[in-house]
C-alpha cells in the first residue's frame, strides 16, 4: 500500500502531465464563451447535465453562473438537470437512459446551450439529450475526457481532456469551466472581478 504522500505526488505528476495539453483546447472554449454570451444577449438559458461526480460539475458551474463566481455581476441563466424528482420519475417511467433527454425536451429552446460533462463519454443518457438538443437547435457542448466515448463527434463544441484517469479528467473540467466563469465575471463586472 502507498503511503499518502505517495499518491498526492502521484496525482500531482498526473495533472502536470494534463495540464499543458489543456492549451490546445483553447479555441474550443473560445467559441464556447462567446456561444454563451449569445445565448444570454438572446434571453437564452445554459442547460448542464452530468452523472455522478460530472452531475456535482454541472450543479456547481451553474450555481457559478447564476449566483456568483467572484464578483457580484448580473445573473446568468443556467440550470443543472438534476432535479431527484424528475430524474427518478423519468427513470421509473421510461428509463435511466432519458432522464436528461426528457429535460431537454421540455426545457431546451432553439438558441439555448447544453452542456453535457462525462469522463469517459459513453454515458447512454448524455448521448440522447444531446440528440434531444440537436433536433430542437441548442448549441451543444460536450466536457469530456478519454477518447471522447460515445459522445465524440456528436456536440457543436467538444472539450476533450486527454487524460485517462477520471479524478483528473473532472480536475480538469473544473479548471476550464473556473477560467470560463473568471472570463464572464472580467466581463460582466470589469471594475469588481479578482
Known amino acids: 500500500m502507498s503511503s499518502i504522500k505517495t499518491q498526492l505526488e502521484q496525482s500531482i ?62 445573473a446568468l441563466a443556467a440550470i443543472a438537470l438534476c432535479d431527484p424528482t424528475v430524474l427518478t420519475c423519468a427513470g421509473n417511467d421510461f428509463g435511466y437512459q432519458t432522464v436528461f433527454q426528457r429535460q431537454v425536451e421540455a426545457l431546451g429552446n432553439a438558441g439555448d446551450i447544453l452542456i453535457i460533462m462525462s469522463s469517459s463519454g459513453n454515458s447512454e443518457n448524455l448521448v440522447l439529450a444531446l440528440q434531444a438538443a440537436k433536433k430542437q437547435g441548442l448549441t451543444t457542448v460536450a466536457f ?32 476550464m469551466f473556473h477560467s470560463l466563469c473568471q472570463w464572464i465575471d472580467e466581463v460582466f463586472a470589469p471594475d469588481s472581478a479578482r
Open 13 to 74: 505528476t498526473e495533472l502536470a502531465d494534463v495540464l499543458p495539453r489543456l492549451l490546445e483546447l483553447r479555441p474550443a472554449l473560445d467559441r464556447l464563451a462567446g456561444a454563451m454570451m449569445d445565448c444570454w444577449q438572446k434571453r437564452g438559458k445554459v442547460l448542464m447535465a452530468g452523472n455522478g461526480g460530472s452531475a456535482a460539475d454541472a450543479m456547481h458551474f451553474a450555481e457559478e453562473l447564476v449566483v456568483r463566481f467572484g464578483a457580484n455581476r448580473k
Open 144 to 175: 469530456l475526457g478519454k477518447t471522447g466515448g460515445k459522445s465524440r463527434g456528436l456536440a457543436d463544441i467538444e472539450l476533450i481532456v486527454p487524460s485517462n484517469v477520471t479524478a483528473r479528467i473532472q480536475e480538469c473540467h473544473q479548471l
